[in-house]
């Protein structure tokens, strides 16, 4: 159920290629993305560096997926409860979270080498 359904503001949505009523479209599906790549076809290597002041900070390289890169990221900060951003196409994330984290990349299908 629509929110204005029903009243006078109702407006039926529409397909963006067709301008026609969903239910009433004829157009295929849109093709999948080409530059996704599949996590069990990629390696990554998770490693725990020390930095600056004794900060230490789990690196995870090796990620192909631009698009991938910042849900993943959001996911994996949410799992550990810890910051993180990406750096030089690399995630980082705050703490030493390296077992952790590779359970959770095995899990979800990426190959994992702990360094």
Known sequence: MRLF????WD???RCDRCEELESDCK????PPPANVV???NQKLKIRVEKRKRGKI????VGL????ARSGLLKELKNLVGSGGTIRDEDLEIQG?????LAK???ERGYQVRQK
Do not use: F, K, W, Y
């Open 38 to 40: 599949d996590p069990s």
């Open 57 to 60: 900070v789990t690196v995870i």
């Open 104 to 106: 959770s990349l095995l």
């Open 5 to 8: 359904e029903g009243t006078q």
């Open 96 to 100: 030493d979270h390296a077992d952790t």
């Open 27 to 30: 157009c295929p599906p849109l």
């Open 64 to 67: 192909a997926n631009d698009d």
């Open 11 to 13: 407006v039926p949505p």
